[in-house]
């Protein structure tokens, strides 16, 4: 084996180390950066949504949920001050939790079966 095709192997690892060495954090931050981006919009989506149904029953309510499920193509849950369901729209799975309970809260809204609605 000659003198340059060992130094031509050494160079092609050590830069096959350095890109995997540069390549691995920037998919970590591009994920992190996505994942980011995803809770904020969900974010701001459940506000409009907060705000669409604020003092809204019945049928008002019902239809605004329905709105907000379609177009958002998720389930939307919606709570009064006190964590208790009012209205609930989406996807429906085995024995989903409506909404979990806060930490050391056992009087909050518990685990209720997803219905689809």
Known sequence: MSLRL???????????????????PLALNVSDRINAE?????????????ASVSGRE??????????????LGGRVIVV???GRLVSRLGPAGPRRPVVRRPAGDPAGPGDQPDRPG
Request: no cysteine.
């Open 38 to 50: 995803v809770k904020a919009q969900t974010a701001s989506e459940a506000q409009l949504v907060a």
């Open 6 to 24: 060992v130094l031509l192997a050494a160079f092609a690892y050590v830069l096959l180390l350095a890109i995997l060495a540069l390549e691995v």
């Open 58 to 71: 019945g049928r008002a309510l019902d239809r605004i949920v329905r709105t907000a499920a379609r177009q």
């Open 80 to 82: 009064d001050e006190r």
